[in-house]
């Protein structure tokens, strides 16, 4: 099932920058976005408030949950293709507007692109509207859930888990809903204002829907408070639960207090593609050029660092992520990686060795080679207890995981220190790195400048435990340079599995 919302531009080609997939899912092809950090900036954001749009509003939760289904085959396409259709202006609107006016600069990345800045402009005239209030950008957020909350209407399905949600698709369409709440601003100064009376600062989240629903549902436009909301969420959660299929939902009430929690869960989801297409892995002795020593292709020089060899622990289940080649998702492959990409499509090379990394890191080293060692925290927590490591080179641990529920985890281990570092080339990314008590352990997080600014919001919310020390972090500069150079010039894509 593809990708529903696209960031793309107007060519022919139709290059798509990034492209969220209707359920939970978002992703950035920095491969594509060349421009510059505003416009990778306004990418993520971009599909990012999809991604809020679809989880925070009753509409978009139902075609979360129904997209769900599409994927265990208990829904067909074609109708989640059209209930999808109902909303795309609104979507599109609402993701183009709020994502340009987060990021500094972010308007003059859409130019020469009619068909996003014809979006822009209708969230503009929303925005003129209510430029007066206090804080109208905090009022469109909840105008645009309030578009997303129609009244559900008696509707029948083939399968009885999904009746609650299928009712709720086949109501009005947001997207008719949006053009008459653009009609009674253009027309009625009086619902203008009963719109700034009803969002108040600092008041309840949901005491400001269900004034806000009163107004709107007064306009003609019938709209759901606060607490039917829910009894509708959670009968489409439980009923949604009972049908026999491969997926659970989960009702999550979100609040102020929780909000930057909130940004950081969302980001998780985050997928940065470093290239096109993933490379072949060839994996073995016997998958080298034949009269063609195998440490001539595996042995790479970096400034600071010399000769050395990346070495991996990685599990069979990331191989597949990354590479195509016969790997067993099931297996741990500890060995040295490489790629060769001077020819497209290029190749990656695998070789397994049956010493531990620490003999590994032994044996090179009487050869005059180091290894740069990594690993990622998924496969990390499988084998830490019964692997063992070297105690003189520094071990990797890149984070491959949800990024909140891990730094929790760290919390609790005392004191940490960190600092961040640009990955250089033009990809555009950045890294944080981490290390607790041991000095040889880091753990290194990589991704886009917009998913980076909330995880150094928490890192610094968190100072008394999480310590930014800079240029004072332990000295594996010139390893971590060239491990990024590695993973970003290897790897197929980065975030969580």
Excluded at 54 to 71: D, E, F, H, M, S
Excluded at 424 to 434: I, P, Q
Excluded at 472 to 484: C, H, R
């Amino acid at each position: 099932m593809s990708s529903v919302f696209r960031c793309e531009d107007d060519s022919p080609a139709g290059v798509v920058f990034g492209a969220f997939d209707g359920i939970r899912d978002w992703k950035v092809n920095a491969f594509t976005v060349t421009t510059d950090i505003i416009e990778q900036e306004l990418v993520s954001a971009h599909e990012e408030r999809h991604l809020r749009l679809q989880q925070g509003t009753p509409y978009g939760a139902a075609l979360a949950v129904l997209g769900a289904a599409v994927r265990s085959g208990a829904y067909p396409v074609s109708s989640w293709a059209a209930d999808v259709d109902r909303v795309r202006t609104t979507h599109e609107v609402y993701a183009t507007f709020m994502s340009v006016a987060h990021v500094d600069g972010g308007l003059d990345v859409l130019t020469g692109n009619l068909r996003y800045l014809e979006y822009w402009r209708t969230g503009n005239v929303i925005f003129r509207a209510f430029e007066a209030a206090p804080e109208p950008l905090m009022l469109m957020e909840f105008l645009f859930h309030q578009i997303m909350s129609p009244q559900p209407v008696g509707a029948t399905s083939d399968s009885r888990f999904m009746e609650p949600t299928v009712a709720l698709v086949r109501g009005e369409k947001p997207d008719d809903r949006l053009q008459r709440v653009m009609l009674l601003l253009a027309d009625d100064r009086g619902f203008v204002d009963a719109v700034v009376e009803a969002v108040r600062v600092g008041d309840e989240v949901d005491d400001n829907l269900t004034r806000l629903a009163a107004v709107l549902t007064n306009g003609g436009v019938a709209t759901m408070d606060a607490v039917l909301q829910e009894q509708v969420s959670r009968q489409m959660v439980n009923a949604f639960n009972a049908g026999d299929h491969d997926h659970i939902g989960a009702l999550t009430l979100r609040s102020r207090p929780t909000s930057l929690e909130d940004r950081l869960d969302y980001l998780a989801r985050e997928t940065v593609h470093l290239h096109h297409e993933r490379l072949p892995v060839l994996v073995g002795h016997r998958s080298f050029p034949p009269g063609i020593n195998p440490y001539v292709l595996l042995k790479r020089d970096g400034d600071r660092i010399g000769s050395h060899l990346w070495t991996v622990l990685i599990s069979g289940a990331e191989l597949q992520r990354q590479f195509d080649g016969d790997v067993d998702a099931d297996e741990i492959y500890f060995g040295f990686l490489s790629c060769d990409r001077r020819e497209p499509p290029g190749i990656a090379y695998l070789l397994p060795v049956t010493d531990s990394p620490k003999d590994a890191t032994l044996g090179l080293a009487e050869l005059g080679l180091r290894t740069l060692t990594m690993t990622t925290l998924l496969t990390y927590a499988r084998v830490a207890r019964r692997v063992e490591f070297s105690d003189t080179e520094p071990l990797f641990v890149l984070v491959d995981a949800a990024v909140r529920p891990f730094l929790v985890g760290l919390r609790d281990k005392g004191l940490v220190e960190w600092t961040t570092v640009a990955v250089t080339g033009d990809r555009l990314l950045h890294a944080v790195l981490l290390t607790a008590g041991n000095q040889q352990l880091h753990f290194v997080w990589i991704g886009t400048i917009y998913a980076l600014k909330p995880l150094l919001e928490w890192l610094r919310r968190e100072a008394d435990i999480f310590q930014f020390v800079g240029e004072d972090y332990p000295d594996v500069s010139g390893e971590t340079f060239a491990l990024l150079r590695h993973v970003v010039g290897t790897f197929a894509s980065l975030g969580p599995r």
